[in-house]
């Protein structure tokens, strides 16, 4: 893809045009959003506003048409790129995007667009044991559509996280391809949150939690788990072992939820111990 990077960076017009197709085809919102990512890394958001323009016209019609994800994802890795690249700080730009994509969540933005009732309904007619729970719930006097729009909003909340976060590595990884090699790789590997980034991520979560902002604490893991996944990555490229092991460690982080709890547990020991930095001195 870095052939395609190198096109797109020939002139605005190309990743302009290359952005706003790639957004209007479905399921290739994640192509637009790293194009405008990658100018904003590069050029700057004023530079990059054009680009950013013609991916969001289609992303806009998506929205209209009742899928808000790639404008959502957008302007996520957007304010991402342009905190990115003014601050050079992985850990600061994935609480900033964590906090922007919870209060997106805590606005409804994510809410499905009839509502919760109808899709409670559906789920109630195509389940017995779904609806035995639903009615449960509403006698320990739980209110079942706040909690439906609250999973609803969180998981989608969830996806345009972790799409945001993907787009910009991408778009990162470009940029390193093109103007710095391996410059990328070196920064992945480096990645940790320090333990001020920490201590925000903790204070932020108890606040939502004592506000009711819930969206807080459901996405406020996921800079941990980003850097505990950068712990492993560094690991792996500091003792030079065989990418088969990368593949394994992913196809175990998205199938096994153990994997996801010691990954967040390396990630906050490495916040204290610096782990890659104890292991480049013993090499």
Request: with cysteine.
């Given at each position: 893809?870095?052939?395609?990077?190198?096109?797109?960076?020939?002139?605005?017009?190309?990743?302009?045009?290359?952005?706003?197709?790639?957004?209007?085809?479905?399921?290739?919102?994640?192509?637009?959003?790293?194009?405008?990512?990658?100018?904003?890394?590069r050029?700057?958001?004023?530079?990059?506003?054009?680009?950013?323009?013609?991916?969001?016209?289609?992303?806009?019609?998506?929205?209209?048409?009742?899928?808000?994800?790639?404008?959502?994802?957008?302007?996520?890795?957007?304010?991402?790129?342009?905190?990115?690249?003014e601050?050079?700080r992985?850990?600061?730009?994935?609480?900033?995007?964590?906090?922007?994509?919870?209060?997106?969540?805590?606005?409804?933005?994510?809410?499905?667009?009839?509502?919760?009732?109808?899709?409670?309904?559906?789920?109630?007619?195509?389940?017995?044991?779904?609806?035995?729970?639903?009615?449960?719930?509403a006698?320990q006097?739980?209110?079942?559509?706040?909690?439906?729009?609250?999973?609803?909003?969180?998981?989608?909340?969830?996806?345009?996280?972790?799409?945001?976060?993907?787009?910009?590595?991408?778009?990162?990884?470009?940029?390193?391809?093109?103007?710095?090699?391996?410059?990328?790789?070196?920064?992945?590997?480096?990645?940790?949150?320090?333990?001020?980034?920490?201590?925000?991520?903790?204070?932020?979560?108890?606040?939502?939690?004592?506000?009711?902002?819930?969206?807080?604490?459901?996405?406020?893991?996921?800079?941990?788990?980003?850097?505990?996944?950068?712990?492993?990555?560094?690991?792996?490229?500091?003792?030079?072992?065989?990418?088969?092991?990368?593949?394994?460690?992913?196809v175990?982080?998205?199938?096994?939820?153990?994997?996801?709890?010691i990954?967040?547990?390396l990630?906050?020991?490495?916040?204290?111990?610096?782990?890659?930095?104890?292991?480049a001195?013993?090499?």
């Amino acid at each position: 893809m870095l052939a395609l990077a190198r096109w797109l960076m020939r002139g605005t017009p190309y990743a302009a045009g290359g952005a706003a197709l790639a957004t209007l085809v479905p399921w290739l919102f994640w192509l637009g959003a790293a194009i405008a990512a990658l100018m904003t890394l590069r050029k700057g958001f004023a530079p990059a506003l054009p680009v950013i323009i013609a991916a969001a016209l289609p992303a806009g019609w998506w929205w209209a048409q009742g899928d808000v994800i790639p404008l959502a994802s957008l302007l996520l890795v957007t304010l991402m790129a342009v905190i990115l690249r003014e601050r050079m700080r992985w850990g600061e730009t994935l609480i900033v995007g964590t906090l922007v994509a919870a209060i997106m969540v805590q606005l409804g933005i994510f809410s499905p667009p009839g509502g919760t009732e109808l899709m409670l309904e559906q789920l109630r007619e195509g389940s017995e044991e779904v609806d035995r729970m639903l009615t449960e719930f509403a006698n320990q006097g739980y209110d079942t559509q706040t909690i439906a729009s609250l999973v609803v909003g969180g998981v989608t909340g969830f996806v345009v996280l972790l799409a945001a976060i993907l787009c910009l590595a991408l778009a990162r990884s470009w940029q390193a391809g093109l103007y710095n090699p391996g410059g990328f790789r070196e920064e992945f590997h480096a990645l940790r949150l320090t333990p001020k980034e920490l201590a925000l991520l903790a204070v932020i979560g108890v606040i939502g939690m004592v506000l009711g902002a819930h969206a807080l604490a459901m996405l406020g893991w996921i800079p941990l788990l980003v850097a505990g996944v950068a712990l492993v990555h560094g690991f792996i490229g500091i003792k030079g072992m065989n990418g088969l092991w990368l593949v394994a460690f992913y196809v175990l982080l998205i199938t096994t939820w153990p994997t996801i709890l010691i990954v967040l547990l390396l990630g906050l020991i490495d916040t204290f111990a610096n782990v890659r930095a104890r292991l480049a001195r013993s090499n």
